[in-house]
T-cell receptor, first 114, second 112 residues
Framework: KQEVTQIPAALSVPEGENLVLNCSFT??????LQWFRQDPGKGLTSLLL?????REQTSGRLNASLDKSSGRSTLYIAASQPGDSATYLC?????????????FGTGTRLKVLA | SQTIHQWPATLVQPVGSPLSLECTVE??????LYWYRQAAGRGLQLLFY??????ISSEVPQNLSASRPQDRQFILSSKKLLLSDSGFYLC???????????FGPGTRLTVL
């Protein structure tokens, strides 16, 4: 059974810092992995999607990497801003789990201090 | 452009009462539709997903059910709510054949 873990659960950093959020999964047989952002009391917004054949994806100040064999992904945020404060979730789609089903981690709650 | 709506935004219901949450998508056809629940301190849990009208897959045995009466309408129901049904319910859609999911604003359900 796939399990997704995100460490740390919460993180507080000063504005301008580069930071790394971690995601690990127990079953390396994945189809792809997504990173999402969730603002308090809101729905999720997809940030990056990495296919199992890819090593990384970039969007603006965000870079996500995937090491499928070791069951890990990282989300790198460059030059953090207060507007980046949110909960970040990763989710994996298993290669054999069926149609478009994702297992989510519990998220990392990020606070960027001005 | 595509938009996804959920209502109501918040709901407070007594134990044993029925439930109906609605989700509609505009600007796309034949989307994959999903219902998730996010309970306090827990991750997002997939409840149901649908790849077409009348096609519902259930992921978690429980007192909830889902229906898709129209292509872009997804309904989550219960005949009798339990305290453990409290949580934040999110609907999402994805274009058929793709994986990027787009989430609605969510419904905060409190069962007392």
């Amino acid at each position: 059974k796939q399990e997704v873990t995100q460490i740390p659960a919460a993180l507080s950093v000063p504005e301008g810092e580069n930071l790394v959020l971690n995601c690990s999964f127990t079953d390396s047989a994945i189809y792809n992995l997504q990173w999402f952002r969730q603002d308090p009391g809101k729905g999720l917004t997809s940030l990056l999607l990495i296919q199992s054949s890819q090593r990384e994806q970039t969007s603006g100040r965000l870079n996500a990497s995937l090491d499928k064999s070791s069951g890990r992904s990282t989300l790198y945020i460059a030059a953090s801003q207060p507007g980046d404060s949110a909960t970040y979730l990763c989710a994996v789609r298993g290669a054999t789990s069926g149609t478009y089903k994702y297992i989510f981690g519990t998220g990392t709650r990020l606070k960027v201090l001005a | 452009s595509q938009t996804i709506h959920q209502w109501p935004a918040t709901l407070v219901q007594p134990v044993g009462s029925p439930l109906s949450l609605e989700c509609t998508v505009e600007g796309t056809s034949n989307p994959n539709l999903y219902w998730y629940r996010q309970a306090a301190g827990r991750g997002l849990q997939l409840l149901f997903y649908s790849v077409g009208i009348g096609q519902i897959s259930s992921e978690v045995p429980q007192n909830l059910s889902a229906s898709r009466p129209q292509d872009r309408q997804f309904i989550l129901s219960s005949k009798k709510l339990l305290l453990s049904d409290s949580g934040f319910y999110l609907c999402a859609w994805a274009a058929g054949g793709t994986d990027t999911q787009y989430f609605g604003p969510g419904t905060r359900l409190t069962v007392l």
